[in-house]
Structures are given as structure tokens and as C-alpha cells.
């Protein structure tokens, strides 16, 4: 069953929140949203070598990959209808950020909304947002 309360993020459609339902199953399952961001494949991969710090721009893509892919997908439609997650897109191509680069950030961000939204049993707050 997916939550009513996903409705109250613009941008977010009804498909789009069955398949992130669908794929986390249970926020019970982990610990916090960073554990479910690396279920789903979104958390940056880190690959180290000798000296180097081994900060890359690459994802995982451990986990569930329909998962990933309907995030991504859904950081799309956020990004046109939802004015914070506009705003945010705004700020990450103000630094040089490619697109597909931010809608990545995007997908990630909008899972751990999602993931709290489940957990909390919430409605989306853009407050909580400035606050972090």
C-alpha cells in the first residue's frame, strides 16, 4: 500500500511512489536513509588508489536497479513541478554541474525525502529541507 501522504510532494507521481514503495519494502529494513540510498545504488562509489582520495563523481549502482531508475526518472518531474527541488537543481548548475550529473543528487536527495516521509509516517515539509 503506498502511503497517501507521498501525494503532498508535487512533482512525485502515483507509479513513481508504488515502484520507491515497492523496492524499499519496509524502512524498518535500515538503520537510516544513507543505508537505503546504498540499497538503491545512489550513494557515491569510492574507488581508492595508492595516495588519492578516491573521491569520484560515479554512483554505485549496487541494489535495486528499477529503484534507481524510477528515482531518477521521478527527480525529473520533481525538478519541473516541485519550486525547492527547482531551486536546489538551480544551485547545483550554478557550480558546473551537468545535468544528468545533478539529476543524479537530485534522486539521491529525493529518496531520503521519501525514505523520512515512510519512516515518519509525514507529509512533505519544504522546511525541513532549509533546515538541513
Do not use: W
Amino acid at each position: 500500500m503506498v502511503p497517501q501522504r507521498f501525494s503532498t510532494l508535487k512533482g512525485l507521481g502515483s507509479i513513481s511512489a508504488a515502484s520507491y514503495v515497492s523496492e524499499l519494502s519496509s524502512p524498518d529494513k535500515f538503520a537510516n536513509a544513507n543505508d537505503a540510498l546504498a540499497f538503491f545504488g545512489l550513494d557515491p562509489s569510492i574507488a581508492q588508489s595508492g595516495r588519492g582520495k578516491g573521491e569520484g563523481k560515479r554512483i554505485s549502482k549496487s541494489g535495486a536497479k528499477y529503484g534507481r531508475e524510477t528515482m531518477f526518472l521521478a527527480a525529473g518531474s520533481c525538478m519541473l513541478h516541485n519550486p525547492e527541488i527547482k531551486a536546489r537543481y538551480k544551485q547545483l548548475k550554478v557550480k558546473n554541474r551537468k545535468h544528468r550529473e545533478t539529476k543524479v543528487i537530485l534522486a539521491a536527495d529525493l529518496m531520503k525525502i521519501l525514505y523520512a516521509m515512510y519512516r515518519d509516517n509525514s507529509e512533505y515539509n519544504p522546511d525541513k529541507l532549509k533546515s538541513n
